[in-house]
């Protein structure tokens, strides 16, 4: 079991928005646009210095700006690349330091290449696999092996049975034994969600203890994706400690979870929604960062 120290990026009094880091989303849909509002709204809350959404429906380019106006939109609406497999070119020589592929991407025959191919790409920064990535890949975890960077995994118990081909235990014991055998299958690391929230790699476990049911809503897991983003692109932009991406992953769920609590103590758990933890994690950010000084 991991002894992981929870801590959260800090910047020095003279930073500029490239130290907090950049980061890139390929996430929403036509049909789901909420997707990409709230993970770009949580990376921003986050931390992360520019958020940058690529835009593969029309629909984003007018709901992002509405719902997160400080982001950066990247259009991909169209893209010949993506249609002969490979990456499009507007997201060609980027200067990404963590990029961010799933919540609400969908799965049809465009977001297919667009996953498979962000994969395969030269891009050497973390790579955040959620929702629907994971469904795509589910047919091959193994292909997961080829990205020149860290990958991070983020299934519910229903992603992960697709992608391991079996049904996920419920008991702790055997959702840790499932998280490690994704970890070890790609070669990454895996978040397996749920209550008492997962963080494995081949060789390291951590179970999270923060959170409540009320975090099981729509949308909850692309909050989590998009505070992923932020600390793994600040992690790769000026990490000088000893801190690791699994540490990093580590604090980004207990933070998730905190900040739900936050929200359920006033809410109350019955009127969660998503939404509340973005407006809840510039507290929790602040209550973890008190906790350590």
């Given at each position: ?66 719902a997160a106006p400080e982001a950066v939109l990247v259009d991909l609406v169209g893209s ?58 589910a047919e091959d975890l193994e292909f997961v092996r080829e990205a020149r960077g860290a ?125 509340d933890l973005i407006e809840f994690l510039p507290t929790a950010q602040r209550a973890l ?5």
């Open positions: 079991m991991s002894s992981t120290v929870l801590s959260i990026p800090d910047l020095p009094n003279n930073a500029h928005k490239g130290d907090a880091g950049r980061v890139l989303l390929l996430c929403g849909s036509e049909t789901m646009p909420g997707a990409a509002s709230l993970c770009a709204r949580a990376a921003q809350r986050a931390g992360a210095g520019l958020v940058a959404v690529g835009c593969s429906a029309k629909n984003l380019l007018q709901v992002v700006p509405v010949e690349s993506l249609l002969a497999g490979r990456l499009p070119e507007a997201l060609e020589e980027r200067r990404d330091h963590a990029r961010v592929a799933g919540p609400g991407l969908g799965v049809h025959g465009r977001s297919r290449a667009l996953v498979r191919s962000l994969v395969t790409d030269d891009f050497t920064g973390p790579l955040i696999l959620d929702a629907s990535a994971l469904t795509i890949l990958v991070v995994l983020t299934p519910h118990p229903g992603e992960a049975a697709r992608l391991l081909g079996r049904e996920i235990p419920a008991d702790d014991e055997g959702r840790a034994s499932a998280a490690q055998e994704i970890a070890r299958r790609s070669y990454g690391l895996c978040i397996l969600k749920g209550e008492r929230t997962i963080v494995a790699s081949a060789d390291q476990l951590h179970v999270n203890e923060t959170g409540n049911c009320g975090m099981a809503t729509a949308g909850s897991g692309d909050v989590l994706a998009g505070m992923l983003g932020a600390y793994a692109a600040w992690f790769e932009a000026s990490c000088t400690d000893d801190r690791d991406l699994f540490d990093i992953c580590v604090s980004a769920v207990h933070l998730h979870g905190l900040a739900g609590d936050f929200a359920a103590k006033e809410k109350g758990r019955r009127g969660l929604i998503a939404s960062l008190e906790s350590a000084s």
